[in-house]
């Protein structure tokens, strides 16, 4: 299977160094000298689908810009790129979440993908009204995902649930095609979930070993519901033409983090009710700034100043590509990735890594026959950008 490859909107600002906000953490945009307007992302989407990039996850919070809305409007600026939308069941009901779906693939061309988040920090969900504990906010997303795929299925649907109900739901257009759902979580209800009604199910960066341990307990979840989902890693990446200077990058980055937003951080993020975060924490020690590359090429310092994904493929144009083939062999397909500033890093990698992915088989760019893929520069292209 050729691998799919989706960027990131950077909704809550961006800049050389890396921004604050993300999964947990309570203020958004820390550090963020390149505001996310328009014209920013779409500079951004544009560079991303022309270097073969499938799609763009855009992120859902109180630290960022609404998903639906800016994604609608980047959309106008480009072609092919589809929006990997993350949004929460509690702040929608099933049949507006359905007929939205189905409006957005209609005026787009059918570019939407759904990135389902169920809450895993109840200061925030609360913050929108919901006051659902975790396990509840499970039930609920069960419930929506339920309902939903059966309005896109055509069907009438009436149901009463423990935290959901309608009556003789149905839309007057269906979407075409109705959009892959994404999902990701790891607790035991988040696995649930994922096998009863997710197309993809995303984990965050784990080492190898963790991954293949996960995908192992999803997979088995899904053929017990007589289901087989695709798998996806959502990782940041700094890429270069040698490992030294990618090192070197990395270093700067970590150099730039003050000690006191890293206690500020982890302390919040201690808090988290995520396994995920629990998870991420657990790879760099609650701040610990030594020992940060926990696997040959995969650093976990983002983690540090950064909630949600914090783990970050590292190294040469080879070396990353030779661990994307490593996580590939456990059963990864769709990669999301993310790295500072998203619109040069998005070049070091499209440029740098995806064409030697390309010459081992392993990827295709979607728009371009596999004999005009462009061979790898020696110095990528870097696009101005407002600073």
């Not at 302390?267 to 790879?283: I, T, V, Y």
Request: net charge negative; hydrophobic share 40%.
């Amino acid at each position: 299977m050729t691998l799919t490859f989706h960027w990131f909107m950077p909704t809550n600002g961006d800049s050389r160094d890396i921004v604050g906000g993300g999964h947990g953490v309570r203020t958004g945009a820390a550090g963020a000298d390149r505001p996310a307007t328009v014209g920013y992302l779409s500079q951004i989407a544009l560079a991303a689908e022309d270097l073969g990039f499938v799609g763009a996850l855009t992120p859902t919070g109180t630290w960022c810009e609404d998903a639906w809305l800016t994604t609608a409007m980047v959309s106008r600026h480009t072609e092919r790129l589809k929006f990997l939308v993350a949004f929460r069941p509690d702040s929608v009901s099933p049949t507006l979440a359905a007929q939205m779906a189905s409006t957005y693939q209609r005026l787009t061309g059918g570019r939407l993908l759904v990135n389902v988040v169920t809450g895993g920090e109840s200061r925030e969900q609360r913050a929108y009204g919901d006051f659902l504990d975790k396990d509840q906010r499970y039930e609920r997303t069960d419930e929506f995902l339920h309902v939903v795929r059966g309005l896109w299925a055509g069907e009438r649907v009436t149901r009463t649930g423990r935290h959901l109900r309608v009556e003789e739901a149905e839309l007057s257009r269906l979407p075409d095609p109705a959009p892959q759902i994404y999902f990701g979580g790891s607790s035991p209800r988040a696995l649930e979930v994922a096998a009863r009604h997710v197309d993809v199910y995303l984990t965050w960066g784990e080492p190898p070993a963790a991954v293949a341990e996960k995908i192992a307990r999803v997979r088995a979840h899904a053929e017990a519901q007589g289901r087989r989902l695709r798998f996806g890693i959502r990782l940041h990446v700094i890429t270069r033409d040698t490992a030294e200077q990618a090192w070197a990058e990395a270093r700067r980055l970590l150099d730039g983090f003050d000690p006191q937003t890293v206690r500020a951080v982890q302390e919040g993020l201690a808090r988290s009710e995520s396994e995920g975060q629990r998870r991420m924490l657990e790879l760099h020690g609650g701040g610990n700034t030594d020992g940060l590359e926990i696997h040959p090429n995969l650093w976990a310092g983002i983690g540090l100043v950064r909630g949600g994904a914090g783990t970050a493929l590292v190294g040469s144009h080879e070396e990353v590509a030779d661990l994307i083939g490593e996580y590939h062999a456990l059963g990864i397909d769709e990669f999301v990735l993310s790295g500072y500033p998203h619109l040069e890093e998005a070049y070091w990698f499209g440029e740098g890594v995806l064409p030697r992915l390309a010459s081992r088989g392993l990827w295709t760019h979607p728009a371009r026959p596999a004999s005009l893929t462009r061979p790898a520069p020696q110095v990528p292209f870097a696009a101005a950008a407002p600073r």
